[in-house]
């Protein structure tokens, strides 16, 4: 109920105590399967997106039940691995490493290798209170989730008659007080105005030649009207050219005074999904570096025949060796092209290039009906938070909006409808850089291993002990 699409985000402070309680008082068996319960739960319900996306793309319900509820039935497996730790951790009163632990299966699961997916984090919840979110700028989304991970802590122990330490209290005060600081703190910035398309129109569904015709129209019409805002950058979604060289020929019109963003692909062997930047006289572009699993790259295509059945693409994109930024004179921009929005390290590599601002180009239509949009608009801001930086955001039915660089929504539009939100985006000359950041996520990583390897070598000690009597 704390996240998307209910969104209650207070009650994430509170959403593990029932859990935590019941780990205190179980055993290990029992524990693994409270936490593969938990997780099937969890995935199924924040995963639901899949069966409308597969449904609508197969025309067969009973195809699309397969991979949704395949994905609840390995997801799980995330939540009883956190079940035997948190269990371990409370029987050695270990509550420090119940935050870290939570914290690091979050990025586990976030990054692991060919299925990374940053989707129904726990720190989601506490989107709508970016004052509340800030050390987010030293740690990432991932530190906010152990904050809230650890506040649950504090709740449990309370009911369970346990005295934490007063360091826990502590911490978890500090937390939101140090935070409001940071939010509270004056920035020197420069309006830019910037102008974001949405066409209103579905570019995941419906005939190829249909959609490039209406997509003309409606862009040339987004276009005038950013020209008449005065606008010095207009932002489009991903999308809006396909099968594409460099430079672009899309079908739209294109202004030397106004300068363009845009998402695409180009390229024919290989193929990237790709950012193009047109200044008004030259072209640059960025490839996309996060892809899509079983959306714009097949693992193991060649081994698993049966997913013809599911009308998966016919050839896969290539990622993009490095995270690159575009340039236009006044103004420094890092492009992330729909999925990328969700992964922190993007956004962190166009800070560490000196960008100035985040613009991320998406179509979510596939999931339009869900809370799979909310989730991808919640992770703009996010990745304000985390970087200090704005961001712009474009979608062809949206959200469409624009974000501060202390998370605060500057404008949206309604979704569904095909129109330009123009904003003068606040802009710093030269934004405050923290090449630390990836530092908590790496660490909370590793944390869960190296706690389960502690736990094991403890039991082998026990059992060794045993032996020799």
Known sequence: MALPPFNIGPLALVALVPWFIQLAACSKKAAFWSGYFL???IVLDQMFMILGLVDKWTGNLGLALVPWILCGFLGAFYFAFVGLLVRSALMRNYLWAIPMIWAGVEVGRSFIPGLAFPWFLISTSMTAY??????????TQYMIGAWVCLVNVLVAGAALGRKPASAYWVVATAFPILSLCWYLRPVHTTPLRIAMGQPGFDMAFGDQHERDRELAIRINRISELALQAHASLLVLPEGVVSESGVPPE???????SLPVLFGGQRGRGPVYQTAFLFDGRNWSYADKSRLVVFGEYVPGRDY???????NVPGGDLTPAANVESV???NLVIGPMLCFEGLFYDVAHKHAENGAQILAQMSIDDWYMGTSGPDELKDSATWRTIETGLPIVRSASLGYTLAVDQKGRTLGQLPLHTSDVLVVDVPIEKSPLRNPLRPLFPWASGIFPFAFAGYCWLGVLRRKRRGSEC
């Open 39 to 41: 997780g099937a739960i």
């Open 304 to 310: 698993l025949p049966f997913l013809k059945n599911f």
């Open 130 to 139: 970016p004052a509340l979110d800030q050390l987010a700028f030293f740690g």
């Open 327 to 329: 340039r236009l004179p």
């Open 250 to 256: 899309p079908s739209f019109e294109l202004f030397r």
